[in-house]
């Protein structure tokens, strides 16, 4: 039976008050802290992805700490394993974000279970695939994004083709939403709502490294870069750091030594999500091996200079951590 949610319901259905997501980040910086916060804000908390252990411990404490919100999870699909998607399933998650990849019979197997499924998309034609796949949304990333990117161009100008394969069916913008005037903006053309990584990266209650958190808030400049892609050798979005200047080209993209060893290590990402905390001792400015792993709270700030800080354009207007119920409320139009 075909059954998905047309844009109308999709609020409805989430028990959402705002138009308003908080976009799942990985590595363990958007916990169960985060996405609670975010969804007693009246708006659509999204765990990122952990191991499958973490991620259903995760799940109950957002239940209990957010007691009749959705519950959202954002599947990696390079580093998915089975467990991760047994445990959305088993514990009945009311949304599944896809992201960056596609696996065959994914989706009718999660919407089986009655989860709804959003797909993170930048281009017509991946928005083509997870219509025809039985995606219930989509979220379209622009290039302007934080973090991994499936975005090719600025988000308000891939809106309108993403809308356009997507029928009735709902779609998010992710990428360059800072506060409820950018909300107000993607919603007049047509999104049925918005996702948003950096601004909520910028909470107390985001799990990231505060000095992290503090290059954000000076940030004069993005890169797009591959650099950061041992396993996982995909563009992704970050601010310059002693890693960046000594092994980015000025295009950005990595030179060619690290770009080598990323391409090489591609097939370590079958072996899954794993703790690669120990991975990231290793790195160094000075070793050209860059795991896509940010610097999460409680590792040394000096880390900041060899991990991915990963953050969109808004970086440059964002100048404040604020709590996360704080966040919903600035990115919800009046
Ligand atoms: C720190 C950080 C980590 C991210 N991790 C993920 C992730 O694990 N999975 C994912 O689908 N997107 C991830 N993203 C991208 C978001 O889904 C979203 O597209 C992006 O944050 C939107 O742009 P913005 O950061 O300008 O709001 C991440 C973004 C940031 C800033």
Known sequence: MVRWFPMVDVLDRLRLDVPVAQAGMGGGIAGAALAAAVANAG?????????????????????????????????????????????????????????????????????????????????????????????????????????????????????????????????????GIADRADTSTALAAGASGVVAGTRFLMTDEANANRAYQRRIINADKTIETNLFGFSWPLRHRVLPNDATRRWCRDDGMAKAVPAVFNTVSGPLSLLGYFEAGPLLRLQSPGRPLFTPLPPVAGTPD???????????????????????????????PE
């Open 43 to 175: 708006g659509l908390g999204t765990l990122g992805l952990v191991t499958a252990r973490q991620l259903r411990s995760a799940i109950d404490q957002v239940r209990a700490k957010a007691p009749g919100r959705a519950v959202a999870v954002n599947l990696l699909l390079p580093f998915l394993h089975r467990g991760h998607v047994d445990v959305c399933v088993r514990a009945g998650v009311d949304v599944v974000v896809l992201a960056f990849g596609e696996k065959r019979g994914l989706i009718g197997h999660l919407r089986d279970a009655g989860i709804v499924v959003f797909v993170m998309v930048g281009t017509r034609k991946q928005a083509l695939r997870a219509v025809a796949g039985g995606a219930d949304g989509l979220i379209a990333q622009g290039r302007e994004a934080g973090g991994h990117l499936v975005g090719t161009m600025p988000a308000l100008d891939f809106l309108p083709q993403a809308l356009a394969v997507a029928g009735q069916r709902p779609v998010f913008l992710a990428g």
């Open 302 to 332: 000096s880390w900041v200079e060899r991990a991915a800080l990963y953050a969109g354009e808004t970086a440059l207007r964002i100048g404040e951590i604020t709590s996360a119920e704080q966040a919903v409320r600035d990115l919800t």
